[in-house]
């Protein structure tokens, strides 16, 4: 699914640790409103796109890495 790719790239740009650290946060979350993920991920989708702007990142998309 999406998320899991998402999952996947986030932790695969953390290192061992940091992921393991991040998997065990999201474990002890508990169940959270749909409401409430779709805001973050609006924060975030926003985040990255000011991030990019600025020239502070660079995301290499190939095509097969794309969601519609």
Not at 19 to 46: C, F, H
Not at 55 to 64: F, H, K, Q, S, T
């Amino acid at each position: 699914t999406a998320s899991e790719k998402a999952s996947k790239a986030l932790s695969g740009s953390l290192s061992k640790r940091a992921a393991e650290s991040l998997r065990e946060e999201l474990e002890n979350l508990g169940p959270v409103r749909i409401r409430k993920i779709e805001e973050a991920q609006d924060r975030i989708v926003t985040t990255i796109s000011a991030l990019v702007e600025a020239g502070e990142i660079v995301l290499n998309l190939d095509a097969d890495d794309l969601v519609a």
